[in-house]
């Protein structure tokens, strides 16, 4: 069955390094996503992408985000200068176009860890 | 604003069956989703809602009232690895979705 894949699972920085989270989407999927969830709290919305760009973005997608996919296949998340509040897991997700299915495929998530 | 409510924990026992509702206010709709997730997972996915109505899919059933901004998850037979956070979220007029904070369901031999 395809998936999502995401690397790096656990990643741990220093504060104010730059950190570059990788996601490979379903091959055949439209959109992509990224979302991250701070240990014990709700899933957030990053942002969207479709048609190489940015569909949609929250305020937490600040100036320090960009997302990038370089080659059709990676879809990145940057984050330049980390912070410690960046600390979370980080979702990458993909989806066909809406035909009815509505599902999002997520990736298993890279831990990023920001000291 | 937009919000998304459903309960923080529920506990349930073995073999029985457990409803987590789910309300919503969002800006347009475009579906209702529901999914699983295990401590430290990511979310599975369970189920999607657009149209009112009951959704079953074993022994998960997914229901949706649009007038109502309204759906349920509703687990029959319980298992132990039904243990896990539940989480609601709605695809709003951007196709953006809106996650509530997830229901924490807790499972009993």
């Known amino acids: 069955e395809p998936e999502v894949t995401q690397t790096p699972s656990h990643q741990v920085t220093q504060m104010g390094q730059e950190v570059i989270l990788r996601c490979v989407p379903i091959s055949n999927h439209l959109y992509f996503y990224w979302y991250r969830q701070i240990l014990g709290q709700k899933v957030e919305f990053l942002v969207s992408?479709?048609?190489?760009?940015?569909?949609?973005k929250s305020e937490i997608f600040d100036d320090q985000f960009s997302v990038e996919r370089p080659d059709g296949s990676n879809f990145t998340l940057k984050i330049r200068s980390t912070k410690l509040e960046d600390s979370a897991m980080y979702f990458c997700?993909?989806?066909?176009?809406?035909?009815?299915?509505?599902?999002?495929?997520f990736g298993e998530g890279s831990r990023l860890t920001v000291l | 604003g937009q919000n998304i409510d459903q309960p923080t924990e529920m506990t349930a026992t073995e073999g029985a069956i457990v409803q987590i509702n789910c309300t919503y206010q969002t800006s347009g709709f475009n579906g209702l989703f529901w999914y699983q997730q295990h401590a430290g997972e990511a979310p599975t996915f369970l189920s999607y809602n657009v149209l009112d109505g009951l959704e079953e899919k074993g022994r998960f059933s997914s229901f949706l009232s649009r007038s109502k901004g309204y759906s349920y998850l509703l687990l029959k037979e319980l298992q132990m690895k039904d243990s896990a956070s539940y989480l609601c979220a709605v695809m709003d007029s951007n196709y953006q979705l809106i996650w509530g904070a997830g229901t924490k369901l807790i499972i009993k031999p």
């Open positions: 992408f479709y048609n190489n760009e940015i569909s949609e």
């Open positions: 997700a993909s989806s066909a176009p809406l035909d009815g299915a509505g599902e999002l495929f």
